[in-house]
């Protein structure tokens, strides 16, 4: 070889060295975003990243392929990191109309989507982005690939079209829905109140059905440690669970009547249960991560070997990551793996344990 051929396949080298680059725009819950950083930063080495709406979402510039990024984001299984949208188009400007039909262009041209596909299109807006709103945005945007004649659906889609705008620029991407970590627009998981629904918490144990793939209807008879007002009780009465509710506070009236429930008002650290007497323990006690723990473990003689534990942990002030180590080292020493920690879109201050008794 030529010392110029040589160098020619030096400079394709270089060429693809430099493509091996990704850009993401990152999602947790407000004041998480420094966590999800982490999180990428242990997996990717140093990441440059720049904040795109106050302390929950990211620009971060990885250095790998979208690809490969992608693989090892879902197989690390991050906590914290709860959606991610591939950024592949990005233009700087004022008018968000005309930056928009810019996008739209790309989209359409990228030929993923036309006819006979199922698109959803998701657009979101940082904080200091004034114009238009977003759900207006998004009629734009469908008007703008209404040529393409994709069908536009809001869940099943084949690709996911995200667009994110902000005071300066918009930022736009198509994905895969099982590529963003979350199919929901910011993995922003939104349930329909109900009517009569007890309490917001409810929505906590539905996500986590949904999170980590559970079918709470396949038990048979669990425990709600930390129970009242009731809305983690009343979705597993309502998936034809046998219930035992325990708290020193009161459940809601309208559950009291309810043949499937056993209601003791007790501090849950008084109680003697009976071994194996549950397949399924769930705890939502918004309390000292370490006393719920002690908790617990007290009772897992209760759970049956196979058994399902589902709990919150309240994450106190700071190292929230030191703190969830700590946890799953303790629960994994009482016989409890864990099969899944995510901070939920429904979790405040707090992350949701999956885990399974051996
Ligand atoms: C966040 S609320 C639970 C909400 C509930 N998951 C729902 O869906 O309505 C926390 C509850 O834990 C209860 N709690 C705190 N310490 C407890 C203990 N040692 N034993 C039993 N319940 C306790 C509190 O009384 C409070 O009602």
Redesign the pocket.
Known sequence: MSEHEKENVEQADLAETVQEESLFICTANRDFAAYAQEELRRLFGSVKSSVLSDREVLLVRLNTGTEDAVRQIADSRPVFLRHIQPVQFERQGENVGELLSEAAAFVAGSGLIGAGIKAALQVRKSEDAGGESAPKLKEWLEELLRATEAEFVSAGADWIVSVYVTAGAVYAGVSRPEDNLSDWSGGAVRFRREEGQ??R??FKLLEAEREFGLDLSAYRSAVD?????????SLLLERGLKVTA????KLHPSLLKMPNLTYIRK???EMKFRENEFDLLVC????SPKLMVQ?VTGLLHALTPGGTAVVTIKLMHKKPMALIKEVIASFEESRLQVQGAKQLFHNREEITLYMIKY
């Open positions: 007890l309490s918490a409810k440690i930390g129970a009242a007002p009731g809305g983690w009780t325990v708290d020193p506070a501090n849950a650290a939502d006690m918004s309390w908790l």
